[in-house]
């Protein structure tokens, strides 16, 4: 119902709505006043913004300055080409002479008038006009000389005219004659040593006496134009000559040869190592440096090449890249120093890299030997490498350049924030010393093995040798040990891990090796489990040396592999055991993982005989079930069901058992008796989450047999079983067994009354089924309501089961 106020509160409402209507009428009568006004008042026309210019005065100027410099000499060396035989030797003369001369001349009085672009365009005619004069003289007075010659000649006095031009009072403003010259006197010596016909060594002297020029002139001067073209024509002419030099090394076939050559890159370097010591940026410095570093490591690196085997020139080159080291005690600025540095360490980078082949065939090349193993003992350690792959060239030097890098990391870096890294480089690479010097030696086969085996012995005692430094401590942190430290204990463990790895594949030569070797690394890296902190590699290290030693020692018996499947068993079992004894240790999950990947090894090993898989599995699940009863590997019971399911039907399969009751009930009976405790621990659990699974592996495979079953037994029993499930389903409420049993059971019995109501179907006329249908219809149609009602109360009594 509506509430009406009193009327003086109401009388109060009305008045405050009309004070809200009359000041909002107000203020839209003074905005329309406004607006009138507005329209009214003639509106000023836009000022229009004069249009900007697309580009600055100057650049305009610089253009066309450019254009007409163009097109005047492109005037000038047509008039020269073509028109030049119509005119007598005076004319010519007097015509490109007072050409040239004004073209020269005009910018000086351009200059004085402030027209300095104006001049840079005329004295660039001026300095292109010249290249013409020189080119007339030689078609005119000089036509009997070589063209090589006297263009070498032509450029010089270029050069010469040009940097004249350039550094006279009334021109020194103009920008371009002085890096004109420059260019030009990139050409002489060249062009002069291929006009005499001078061999490679010539050439490179004089590319590398024209980069050396370069330099000094990109050092003294101090315009920049001319400071960059001397830079690049310093680069240029220094790398080509440094490249042709470098070639000569290389093809050096003697003694005088190599000595020549290793003179040119010794002057290369020089120029290299003076400009880095003049420069004042520190990159160009160290760039420098690093360049003039590895000329000089050339050209000695050259002269023992050819006086040494061929076997020692890279240990040759590597010596002359350590003796760069020496920087770091010179008075050199300190660019230069690192610069040096850098080439050194480069020099040392590629001699690993050259070494990196014979240490990768000694690690990988054993492997072969599993595809033909016990065949017996090669020759000699490099045969053992050497299976299948081949051994790599000049290979001998091989251990020299991993000693020599090796030495220098340990000796040579000081600095607090590398040494650690550098001890770890040094360690890894007198490892790799140790383990391809006996290849290289063609050592005996025993005596190879022997220190491959030392070797995995000192990478474990370094290993567990390197203590934690003094701890800092945080608030509410636990002590955390250094990362230098961990990172040298994780080095040392990865190096004993390759090299045991190695030795273990190059003992299966023979049965006495295989056996002695595995025993060894077994014992080994269990002994280094002691050590908490390598357990968690160490301990599954050992288990995996101790699985093959139980199938090497299972195949030295003579056994099956199926019967040496429970010899390799007996890997799990420590593992398990030891899991136990480790507790909530960092290792106990690797110890689990390899005793699993042994068991897998037992299962695989156990494939061919059907009754000693069975086994198997039985003593898998038996393990797993010891392991499933510590509180935190509960869900490790699952994989034992599973393993004992598998068992017990790999078993009935051996025995050719073709029922499938024999396959369900070990699968229905354990699940159904967790159903039951589960629901006695929690009431609220679903019937279908506790005995669905049960009873469906139960019921459904015997119900597709009983389809195809022609005999009374298993329907009969089936049905009975469905039939109880269903009574038990209704006593106690519970939706699985209700549904599952009734559907069962209705199924069962069309298939048993199948053949009755096939012979009825044949009895009965063809016109009663369509009535009998009809009178369905009618019935449900009358019966409508009550039928949905029917449903609904099944419906009502199926949610309130569990």
């Known amino acids: 119902m509506t509430y009406l106020p009193p009327p003086a509160e109401e009388l109060r409402l009305i008045d405050a709505e009309l004070w809200q209507l009359d000041a909002r009428r107000a203020q839209l009568l003074a905005r329309r006043a406004r607006l009138v006004a507005a329209l009214h008042r003639p509106v000023p026309p836009m000022p229009l ?114 940097a004249a031009y350039g550094l006279l009072p009334v021109t020194a403003l103009l920008r371009s004659p002085v890096p004109a010259a420059l260019l030009s006197a990139q050409l002489p010596l060249l062009l002069w040593a291929m006009a005499v016909g001078a061999g490679p060594y010539r050439i490179a002297s004089a590319l590398l006496a024209t980069a050396g020029f370069d330099t000094v002139v990109a050092l003294l001067s101090t315009a920049k134009a001319v400071r960059l073209v001397a830079a690049l024509g310093a680069c240029g002419t ?79 080159h590597l010596v002359c890249g350590v003796a760069l080291l020496a920087a770091v005690r010179a008075p050199l600025p300190e660019p230069v120093r690192r610069g040096l540095l850098l080439a050194s360490g480069g020099v040392q980078a590629l001699a690993l890299l050259w070494a990196a082949p014979l240490v990768a065939v000694t690690l990988l090349g054993p492997v072969d030997w599993a595809t033909h193993a016990w065949s017996g003992a090669p020759s000699d350690a490099r045969a053992t490498v050497t299976a299948d792959a081949p051994w790599p060239p000049h290979a001998v030097a091989v251990p020299v350049v991993l000693a020599v890098v090796a030495a220098v990391l340990a000796l040579a870096v000081r600095d607090t924030t590398w040494r650690p890294r550098a001890l770890m480089g040094a360690l890894t690479l007198a490892w790799a010393t140790v383990l391809v010097l006996p290849a290289v030696l063609e050592l005996p086969y025993s005596a190879g093995l022997s220190i491959q085996g030392a070797t995995t012995a000192a990478a474990l005692l370094a290993t567990g040798s390197l203590r934690r430094h003094a701890p800092t401590r945080e608030p509410d942190r636990p002590t955390a040990q250094p990362t230098s430290s961990l990172s040298a204990q994780v080095t040392a463990l990865v190096l004993a891990l390759l090299a045991s790895f190695a030795v273990s594949f190059g003992a299966l030569a023979t049965r006495t090796a295989t056996l002695t070797v595995l025993c060894a690394l077994t014992a080994l890296f269990a002994g280094a489990s002691l050590i908490s902190r390598l357990a968690p590699v160490t301990a599954p290290a050992a288990l995996g040396h101790a699985t093959a030693l139980a199938a090497a020692t299972g195949a030295a018996a003579g056994w099956q592999p199926s019967h040496t499947a429970l010899l390799v068993l007996a890997v799990p079992v420590a593992a398990a055991f030891l899991a136990t004894r480790l507790g909530d240790s960092p290792a106990t999950v690797p110890v689990e993982a390899a005793g699993a990947a042994a068991g897998l090894l037992a299962t695989g090993l156990a494939l061919a005989d059907p009754p000693m898989l069975a086994l198997v599995l039985g003593l898998c699940g038996v393990i797993t079930a010891a392991v499933a009863v510590r509180p935190a590997r509960r869900p490790v019971g699952y994989a034992s069901a599973a393993l004992f399911v598998l068992a017990a039907w790999v078993r009935l399969a051996s025995w050719d058992v073709l029922a499938p009751e024999a396959y369900t009930l070990p699968v229905t009976l354990p699940a159904l008796f967790i159903g039951v405790l589960r629901r006695r621990h929690d009431p609220r659990t679903s019937s279908w989450t506790a005995y669905g699974p049960g009873l469906g592996a139960g019921l459904l495979p015997s119900l ?67 009535a009998l249908a009809g009178l369905l219809l009618l019935a449900l149609g009358a019966t409508y309501e009550q039928r949905i009602r029917d449903v609904r109360r099944v419906r009502e009594v199926l949610g309130k089961m569990n």
């Open 49 to 162: 913004a004069p249009p900007r210019p697309e580009t600055s005065a100057p650049r305009v100027q610089n253009v066309l300055l450019l254009l007409g410099g163009v097109l005047l000499t492109i005037a000038a060396v047509v008039f020269t080409l073509v028109s030049w035989g119509h005119l007598g030797i005076a004319g010519r003369a007097l015509v490109l002479g007072a050409v040239t001369l004004a073209a020269l001349a005009a910018p000086v009085p351009l200059l004085k008038r402030g027209l300095g672009s104006t001049a840079e365009s005329v004295a660039g005619l001026g300095l292109a006009l010249t290249v013409l004069d020189a080119y007339a003289l030689h078609e005119v007075a000089f036509t009997g000389a070589g063209g090589t010659a006297y263009a070498a000649l032509a450029a010089a006095a270029l050069a010469g005219l040009w």
């Open 238 to 316: 220094g790398g080509l000559g440094a490249w042709t030099a470098g070639w000569l090394s290389w093809d050096a076939a003697g003694p005088s040869a190599a000595a020549r050559a290793a003179a040119l890159l010794a002057l290369a370097a020089v120029i290299a190592l003076g400009a880095a010591r003049r420069l004042e940026q520190p990159v160009n410095a160290a760039g420098g440096a690093v360049v003039g570093g590895l000329l000089l490591v050339t050209a000695c690196g050259s002269l023992l090449r050819v006086t040494l085997p061929e076997d020692w020139t890279v240990p040759g």
């Open 704 to 770: 597709a047999a009983a389809w195809g079953d022609p005999h009374w037994t298993r329907p009969l029993l089936l049905g009975t079983a469905a039939l109880l499930l269903t009574l038990l389903g209704a006593r106690h409420r519970l939706q699985a067994p209700l549904v599952l049993g009734g559907g069962v059971l209705t199924l069962v019995t069309l298939h048993e009354l199948a053949p009755y109501l096939v012979q009825m179907a044949g009895a009965v006329p063809r016109w009663v089924p369509p």
